[in-house]
């Protein structure tokens, strides 16, 4: 028997990416407590195990061979995983699901349409006795389920809630700080999520995120994609954004394989899933819920997440209705109702599943509160493209000209107005091909090579770049945020200035480019420079004002 005062081993047994990381939004539980040492081991046997060791390792914990874990005894081993050769570590074992319950059924292992967490193939030993001692489940129902389908499993079963879920609860204030890091403005963010497997999103509508990019107008919507961490796992990164490089390059957001994925809930406006978790952890949000799979044989009947995609509107994988589905009003029950049937004891997971944890340590538990640790990052902001097909509807107005502005991937399939491309950042044909070429003024050089530069002026590169790009009508340089310069290839330089958009004790500002392409349009169709002018960007209204270019803007040093 293990002295009270001696210090605890605690395992984690880790089999693949997605179970690490359920195991990592544990260990609040152990905070601050010396008597308590966590060690890791990679579970052999998962075609997924690559990434899993990669980011223990990363993590700076300390690793211990398989061999190693079988060698020793440990005071509490914790995994997310059934499968695998558990049975053979020697200690008290406690089991996490990987995901919102039991809605998965794959085909080819274990029994026939039960999830692994329900199966006695998985949960019971060679002589039909539990391998988990306590098995930690996040609702009263999935007890009922393990207790129907395995009851020697059932009889250790606890209702927990769930670590995850209350990680993301706790991140709701940092809603507009994710939206900030994003770039998302006054976008609506909504958010791709796919499993893995052969009903996935990406396996059946490998094209999906590219086609909604090619539709959905760059002003109006930001989209981002959530990828299951085995599918990371079984790709790599570097040919899953091989194959995303169209939409990617229209500024589709790729979550990392861990906590990203929560942060982009917690920041989306609506989720287009599969039969993956995801889905659930969004309807926790009470996020909108857009199906566009149903999981085939995957998904098991009657279960929370087969209760939401069948109440979800669908979306044609053609993306021809993604507008019209994503601007509906959503359901007024909302979807937090499906989540409930999943996640009991909302952020107590932690204080739930604490005092159990240390009993089988044989440990008192520490006089501070474990506290889910808040989500920290969302991914970074992609870059604006470089180059738009530009939609532009102008028309007249009680005080003037209002022009709406709709800008898509160059290689849309909707007809457009114009080509506008970023100079030095688009590609040559997409340069050369552009009615309206516009590049970004310069910040200050840094002061050591401030004197190996040489520069032109506004004036002169808008006359250039007419001059060196024949199909270009409109030349253009952003100034600031406010102001930019403007020449035409039959006129004279003038500069616009951009009036923000101000509402409900807010000042929203637009993309200067998009209201060059309102300028551009305006100017195309011959009224005088001074008519009053608006362009309209998702149907926010911003007030352009169009005078003789200044001396200073003319000047302006790029």
Known sequence: MTAPDAPRGVLFAVRSAAALHRLLDLLPVFDGDARVRCRFTLVPGSAFDADALAAVASSGARCLSWPEALAGRHDLILTASPKGELAALRGPKVLLPHGAGFNKA????????????????????????????????????????????????GAAAVVAGDPTLDRILASRDRREAFRAALGTGPRRLVVLSSTWGPESLLARHPGLPARLAGRLPHDAYQLALVVHPNEYSRTGSFDLARRLRPALDAGLVLAGPYEQWAALLVAGDTVVTDHGSTALYAAALDRPVVAVCDGGAELVPGSPMARLLAAAPRLDPSGEDAAAVLA???????????????????????????????KLLGLVPPPWPAHPRPLTAAPAAPRTPAAFAVRARSERTADGVAVDIDRLPPWTDLPYHHLAAEYGRAGIREAQSAALLYRRADGAPPPDTAHHREYRTAADWTAEALADHPGCRTAAVVLSPTRCLVRRADGEPFTVRITPHRADGRVRCTDPAAALSAVHTFLGTHHPPATPLTCRIDGTPYRLHLTPATEADLQHLL
């Open 328 to 358: 509906a009003q959503p359901a007024a029950e909302g979807t937090r109702r499906f989540a409930e049937a999943a996640f009991a004891l909302p952020g107590e997971a932690l204080t739930t599943l604490g005092p159990e944890l240390y």
């Open 106 to 153: 794959l085909s080819g292992e274990g029994s026939p349409h039960l999830p692994s967490g329900l199966d006695p193939a998985f949960l019971l030993t060679a002589d039909r006795h539990p391998v988990a001692d306590l098995h930690a489940l996040a609702h009263p129902d999935q007890v009922a389920r393990l207790t129907e389908q395995c009851p020697p499993a």
